[in-house]
């Protein structure tokens, strides 16, 4: 495993050492034009804004059910999900990643490689932005938004794998990428430079942004992901202080700005008329793609609805490719309505790669909303099956296969709330002064 870790981290430095190439001496000095190269890229603010995009974009690949999703390393390998065999065997990658088995041959070098090629970027940009000649203001927000995504990348990195490389400047040769590939930094190294570029994200960024830069890093997506790692290593105090705050609007929760989602709405899975209907929620109202960036959003990954394929689309939850449900069925209790039938297709022939289990499904308590989200029961080929339920949160109505728009949550306010919660209840930990804990006792 380390020696495959090794040569997938080296490949994927290399990737972005060759599109960020630079014309030295002993090449001609006719600069290319079919290419972008770092000597001649990096000066204006529009040049950052794209490069800043960049760094966001492998978010798409890992949010989404397609390319190196992290629900695989994740939800499927926690107790909550499952994964059901296709009939020809051609996905069973999920199988030994479900299993704990690391392997060149299923989606972990893709993971893998994404997080580093993503690091590979942000270092770039902040090696270079400090010499553009933009104004300090841009400058901030940008290192702002890049330290934030080099933190979460490495969080993800660092939770999966222990020990990791950890490159913090651009790499400019071979010999600087095997030379990285070969050191690994300790957990707790890692972990104090997480909580160092996150801070600096957390300064240095605006609360909110205008409807065109939704999905942006927020001074509050920074103080979320702060105390993600602060509770993750067990300071609860810490992970307390970014929810509340003596200046209330330097804290998550005590800034206000969001809420819970209280209003009941019908889940947006299909159903013809006169059939049985999941009831309507205030849960069931977080979902949807008329429901994003609601009150209780703190940052979520954009993806967009359309016809072709762009790369911004997910496809986590559909009619026609579920990565989280049942491929080609037709549900038994909610069927879909005429023209919207799942339509069968060679290789959407598995049952699904997100099957909720039967403990998760035994765990929620009378009345609980998510529970009201699941569907169990279909029919496909002729045959009924039972036993197979998943979440329909991510379903989207449109008809093109795998061209869905359905954002996905990062971090919500009743995430926020939960962090608070669980601090709270460990021994010894108080609540800051001022903090409002009526909403947890």
């Known amino acids: 495993m380390k020696t495959m870790k090794k ?3 080296y490949n994927a430095l290399l990737a972005c050492l060759f ?23 990096y000066k204006t603010r529009a040049q950052f804004v794209l490069a800043v995009n960049g760094a ?48 060149p041959t299923n989606a972990t070098d893709g993971f893998y490689t994404t997080l580093y090629q993503s690091i ?5 940009i902040l090696d270079r932005i400090d010499a553009s000649d933009m104004l300090a203001a841009d400058k901030t927000q940008m290192k702002g938004e890049v330290s934030f995504l080099r933190a979460f990348y490495y969080y993800q990195a660092v939770k999966q794998w222990g020990p990791v490389p950890l490159v913090l400047t651009e790499i400019k040769s071979k010999a600087e990428a095997l030379a990285a590939a070969e050191k690994l930094a300790s957990v707790a190294t890692v972990y104090a430079q997480i909580i160092a570029d996150a801070t600096t994200a957390a300064s240095s960024l605006p609360p909110t942004y205008a409807a065109a830069d939704r999905g942006r890093i927020t001074k509050y997506a920074a103080k979320m992901l ?16 970014q929810l509340f705050n003596a200046t209330p609007a330097e804290g998550v929760i005590s800034s206000g700005v969001f809420n819970l989602v209280t209003t009941p709405a019908a889940p947006t899975f299909p159903f013809p008329a006169g059939s049985p209907k999941l009831a309507s929620t205030a849960y069931a109202g977080l979902w949807g793609t008329t ?23 997910n496809n986590l ?21 005429a023209g919207n039938t799942a339509i069968p297709q060679p290789q959407n022939n598995q049952l699904g790669w997100g099957i909720v289990t039967p403990d998760m499904m035994s765990s929620f308590e009378p009345g609980d909303q998510r529970r009201n989200m699941i569907v169990e029961s279909y029919t496909t080929g002729g045959s009924t099956i039972t036993n197979t339920p998943y979440t329909t949160k991510f379903y ?43 909403l947890f006792y």
């Open 7 to 9: 040569t997938i981290f």
């Open 19 to 41: 599109m960020a190439s630079s014309c030295g001496d002993d090449f001609l000095s006719v600069i290319p034009e079919d290419q972008l190269i770092t000597d001649t890229y």
């Open 56 to 103: 966001y974009n492998p978010l798409l690949n890992l949010y989404s059910g397609s390319g190196s999703p992290m629900y695989l390393f994740n939800e499927l390998r926690s107790d909550n999900t499952t994964y059901q065999f296709n009939t020809d065997q051609s996905q069973n990658s999920r199988k030994f990643i479900d299993m704990f088995i690391e392997e």
């Open 120 to 124: 590979a970027r942000c270092n770039v």
């Open 226 to 241: 702060l105390a993600d790692v602060y509770l993750t290593q067990g300071n609860h105090s810490a992970a307390l202080g």
């Open 291 to 313: 429901r994003e960036h609601n009150i209780e959003s703190i940052w979520e990954i954009q993806f967009f609805q359309t016809d072709v394929f762009t790369g911004n689309n």
């Open 317 to 337: 939850n559909s009619t026609l490719h579920d990565s989280f449900g049942i491929n080609a069925y037709t549900s038994t209790t909610n069927p879909h309505p």
């Open 396 to 438: 989207s109505a449109h008809t093109v296969g795998l061209r869905y728009g359905n954002n996905f949550p990062v971090y919500r306010y009743a995430e926020a709330l939960l962090i608070a919660a669980e601090c709270l209840a460990q021994p010894g930990v108080t609540a800051p002064v001022g903090a409002n804990t009526a």
